[in-house]
């Protein structure tokens, strides 16, 4: 099993649409989770660092399930400008620093 | 306009060339990273500095040594690169690194990259 997995999709998803993503981690013990956002050639911006209550920000919530050990970014009304590929990262007890591939989110008109 | 800036932006070499990339950082932070991005890979994480020492070598060849003079200032020494060492590779620095306690102190900013080419 990987560390750090996500579907790399792509999703393709017209505007006003409700889309999630999951990141699953195999580290029980990991401690910091974050979604980054990058676009197509260009760096990765933070998008959201995710809470052990979950959060919210705008159109977009992130969740934490530690008992299933994943991560979740969901994406409401989504806007043509959401398309983007969407990181997940986690560090882990051990100060292991892990990326996700990434899920490739295409919002159409 | 981010707060971590690389040049060059855009570099080819050759196998036997050395070069250097360059990474500096305006946001008063003690950690500095690199990364390596290839298409369907992951962000590999190559090097972290903390406070000016190197903390994680992810098992990197030697004809990539990285330097980090002060904790704003990190730079990539390449010699005798590969073809498959074409990638973007990525500067990024944090508050601290890899730290436990609050998530703000783990954000990582990262430079736009440099795109190398190795012919």
């Known amino acids: ?109 | 306009e981010t707060g971590v800036t690389q040049t060059p932006r855009h570099l080819v070499m050759g196998m036997t060339n050395k070069k250097s990339l360059k990474c500096e950082q305006h946001l008063g932070h003690n950690a500095m990273y690199w990364y390596k991005q290839s298409a369907k890979k992951p962000l590999e994480l190559m090097f972290v500095y903390n406070f000016k020492e190197q903390t994680e070598n992810n098992s990197v060849p030697s004809r990539f040594s990285p330097e980090c003079p002060n904790s704003s200032h990190l730079f990539l020494h390449l010699h005798t690169l590969q073809p498959e060492d074409s990638a973007l590779y990525l500067c990024a620095s944090s508050q601290v690194a890899l730290a436990g306690g609050p998530l703000t102190k783990n954000i990582q900013y990262f430079g736009a990259g440099t795109r190398l080419s190795v012919l």
């Open chain 1, 1 to 109: 099993r990987k560390e750090v997995e996500q579907d790399p999709g792509p999703f393709n998803v017209p505007e006003g649409a409700t889309v999630a993503f999951n990141c699953t981690y195999s580290n029980s013990a990991s401690q910091s989770f974050f979604w980054y956002r990058q676009d197509c050639r260009k760096e990765p911006k933070l998008l959201m660092s995710v809470y052990s209550s979950g959060n919210e920000d705008g159109r977009f919530t992130a969740q934490l399930n530690r008992a299933s050990q994943y991560i979740s970014l969901l994406i409401r009304d989504s806007k043509l400008s959401d398309s983007a590929t969407y990181l997940c990262v986690v560090i882990g007890n051990n100060r292991k620093l892990i990326w996700g591939l990434g899920t490739s989110l295409a919002v159409n008109p």
